[in-house]
């Protein structure tokens, strides 16, 4: 059975916010959105950017890319079409949030066919 480690209570979270928290040594993301508590690894798959929360995306800091916060698909370029971030097993029991020592690794093409945005901007 994997480990749990405590990241935060649910009250400590608004819906739309995150939360940093650090996963093996790792910057990780926590998000609420749509009363549904999700974690990501905090590195976009373009070029490594830190993410947070805009207007219920996951938004890359450093180019902006744009990604959904229930699957971690990316939603626009520059990501790539069908990349996606590492998720985080949650495991939420009462209102305490604690990740589990596992990551879901999401197939190459899991995000195909997910709604995708394509920017006139080459980077
Ligand atoms: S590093 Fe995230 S879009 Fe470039």
Redesign the pocket.
Known sequence: MAQKYFICNTSDLEEGQERKFKYKGRNAILVKHDGVFKAFIDH?P????ALEMSEGKLK?L????LFDPDTGCAEST??QEGSSLMEIKLDIEGDKISYLNTIVFKSRNACEGHEFKRANVL?
Request: charged letters at 0%; glycine letters at 16%.
């Open positions: 976009c373009h070029a490594g950017g890359c450093t180019h902006c890319a520059p990501a980077l």
